[in-house]
């Protein structure tokens, strides 16, 4: 299944000249948690997290890759203060779309917001599986289903965000690996 990025920017290519190229570094706040979203960002290279603080504590909610779509959606399509903030892990070439921007486009193609509305489903279709499996599952088996669907995280992410992801401690989960 191709990613959103590739659709809009390969298939729907009257529409580029809306995205602005921007180069990161790693470690960069692109949204802070309780700002309001007015960027959507298509990541080219690189990879991005979003996350939460608790107290003082970072727990990361999801990863994005080469291909994703990230923005928080709920902000930027409601002018609310974002439940999250959004950080680049790694150097990223992002594409970046406005909210005004992103209206014009969605207006003109049907076929682009048939696209974006299928994403969104999946992405829903995903959250409810990690909230399940957090329900549910044990951190060893929510370790073992992350190997096995999203095996980009443990070759890119540092060991202490995938933690935070899977709800444990670094500690727990070298003890889970090295049980591997």
Excluded at 26 to 43: C, D, N, P, V
Excluded at 66 to 88: A, C, H, K
Excluded at 164 to 177: D, E, H, K, N
Aim: glycine fraction near 4%; charged fraction near 25%; charge should be positive.
């Amino acid at each position: 299944m191709k990613k959103l990025t590739t659709i809009i920017l390969n298939e729907l290519k009257e529409f580029n000249h809306f995205f602005k190229e921007q180069e990161i570094p790693a470690k960069t706040i692109l949204l802070h948690e309780g700002q309001i979203s007015k960027t959507m960002f298509f990541i080219e290279k690189g990879c991005l997290r979003t996350w939460i603080n608790n107290d003082g504590k970072e727990i990361t909610t999801q990863f994005f890759f080469e291909g994703d779509g990230v923005s928080s959606i709920e902000s930027f399509r409601t002018n609310q203060p974002s439940l999250y903030s959004i950080e680049s892990l790694e150097p990223c070439i992002l594409k970046t779309l406005s909210q005004k921007d992103f209206q014009i486009v969605l207006e003109s193609s049907p076929e682009l917001r048939k696209k974006l509305e299928d994403h969104l489903f999946r992405r829903l279709f995903q959250s409810q599986q990690l909230l399940y499996s957090f329900l549910k599952n044990k951190p060893k088996k929510r370790y073992e289903e992350l190997i096995k669907q999203h095996p980009l995280i443990i070759q890119r992410v540092p060991q202490h965000y995938i933690a935070s992801y899977l709800g444990i401690t670094p500690v727990s989960l070298s003890r889970i690996r090295n049980r591997q």
